[in-house]
């Protein structure tokens, strides 16, 4: 009986190893590079889940992709969308900077683009 169980939790071991959280994004899976355009589609999801954990204020959502440009740092690169948001009262808070990796993986948001 004790063997039965150990080659049952050896045939099962695999499935845990190679279960993990990013199915969502096949990019970031395969490694595939995604271009300027789905850069601007994830911004967009991203600044619509910030609005809806409360990051953000709700007028953020009439906000419009202002830039969208590919920023080399050394040997890193990443993806930065600036969203522009005429409504907010702000100043120093109109743009917001979503910052992705070359392969779609969000990697933070602030109003300063740093």
Same mark, same amino acid.
């Given at each position: 009986?004790?063997?039965?169980?150990i080659?049952?939790?050896?045939?099962?071991?695999?499935?845990?190893?190679?279960?993990?959280?990013?199915? &969502? /994004?096949?990019?970031?899976?395969?490694?595939?590079? $995604? =271009? #300027?355009?789905? +850069?601007? %589609?994830? @911004?967009?999801? *991203?600044?619509?889940?910030?609005?809806e954990?409360?990051?953000?204020? &709700? /007028?953020?959502?009439?906000?419009?992709?202002?830039? $969208? =440009? #590919?920023?080399? +740092?050394? %040997?890193? @690169?990443?993806? *930065?969308?600036?969203?522009?948001?005429?409504?907010?009262?702000?100043?120093?808070?109109?743009?917001?900077?979503?910052?992705?990796?070359?392969?779609?993986?969000?990697?933070?948001?602030?109003?300063?683009?740093?």
């Amino acid at each position: 009986m004790k063997v039965i169980l150990i080659v049952c939790f050896l045939l099962l071991s695999p499935a845990y190893v190679f279960a993990h959280g990013t199915h &969502e /994004n096949p990019y970031l899976d395969f490694g595939i590079e $995604i =271009e #300027k355009e789905q +850069a601007k %589609e994830f @911004s967009s999801a *991203i600044l619509n889940a910030l609005v809806e954990k409360e990051k953000i204020g &709700e /007028n953020w959502q009439s906000g419009k992709v202002e830039k $969208i =440009e #590919k920023k080399e +740092a050394g %040997e890193t @690169s990443e993806w *930065i969308v600036t969203h522009y948001n005429k409504e907010e009262p702000d100043k120093s808070k109109k743009r917001l900077y979503i910052f992705l990796s070359l392969y779609g993986e969000y990697r933070g948001a602030n109003h300063t683009g740093k």
